[in-house]
């Protein structure tokens, strides 16, 4: 099993661009997380997905941010424009949705805006 | 709306020992799971244990064994002769049964960071 995959691993970029981070997840998961993580606010979520339909979006900071699951095995998370404050690991998660199952996280994103 | 407590910011311990990490949780339903993650310093966020709330019996992965206490909404994670691989960052998460819209988010704690000495 691939696991969830996520890219880049490492972004580097001056504030005022725009971001696309990606993800794809374990094959036959059905929900996909997307969450920021940082030494102040720790862990968030940020919104999530059933069958590639957003469910609660409510985590989302701002209208810059955005997010799209075109199909079953792709997911992005955008920002545009970034900015310092955006500077955070990002992290993808895949699970079923039968009885319980856990959440299976990719290896994150480390995002720094200049 | 459930919320999870990690009440141990940091918790340390000598290499080979035990260390217990607490996790409390608040919740109205009867039925839910309950998860630890660990992520080291390679951030990574890998699943621990897992714990049905229908179980009476805790569950045990190797080292690592959960006192779940239902009444209590209590879910702790027990590390037996503690390695220095274990040191990480640990994160106590709820999941309930419910779904919304077919699907079921994770609340997460704090976490807990957790140092081996050698």
């Known amino acids: 099993d691939a696991g969830v995959i996520q890219s880049p691993r490492h972004e580097v970029t001056e504030m005022g661009q725009e971001v696309t981070l990606r993800c794809k997840p374990i094959s036959g998961h059905n929900s996909l997380f997307w969450y920021r993580q940082t030494m102040m606010r720790g862990l968030e979520l940020l919104i999530y997905?059933?069958?590639?339909?957003?469910?609660?979006d409510s985590g989302m900071p701002e209208d810059r941010f955005s997010a799209k699951m075109p199909n079953a095995s792709f997911s992005t998370l955008k920002i545009q424009p970034s900015e310092p404050r955006d500077s955070a690991v990002y992290f993808c998660a895949s699970s079923s949705t039968r009885g319980g199952q856990p959440q299976h996280f990719g290896d994150g994103t480390r995002l720094s805006i200049l | 709306a459930q919320t999870v407590t990690q009440s141990q910011p940091e918790m340390s311990v000598q290499e080979a020992e035990t260390v217990t990490l607490s996790c409390t949780y608040d919740?109205?339903?009867?039925?839910?799971?309950l998860f630890w993650y660990k992520q080291p310093p390679s951030r990574q966020m890998i699943l621990v244990i897992r714990?049905?709330?229908?179980?009476?019996q805790n569950a045990t992965e190797n080292r690592f064994s959960v006192n779940f206490q239902k009444a209590a909404k209590s879910f702790s994670l027990k590390i037996s002769d503690s390695q220095l691989g274990d040191a990480a960052m640990y994160f106590c998460?709820?999941?309930?049964?419910?779904?919304?819209?077919?699907?079921?988010?994770?609340?997460f704690g704090q976490g807990t960071r957790l140092t081996i000495n050698p």
């Open positions: 997905f059933n069958n590639n339909v957003p469910i609660d």
């Open positions: 714990q049905e709330a229908y179980k009476q």
């Open positions: 919740t109205s339903e009867s039925d839910y799971y």
């Open positions: 998460a709820y999941r309930s049964t419910i779904k919304i819209q077919g699907a079921q988010k994770l609340v």
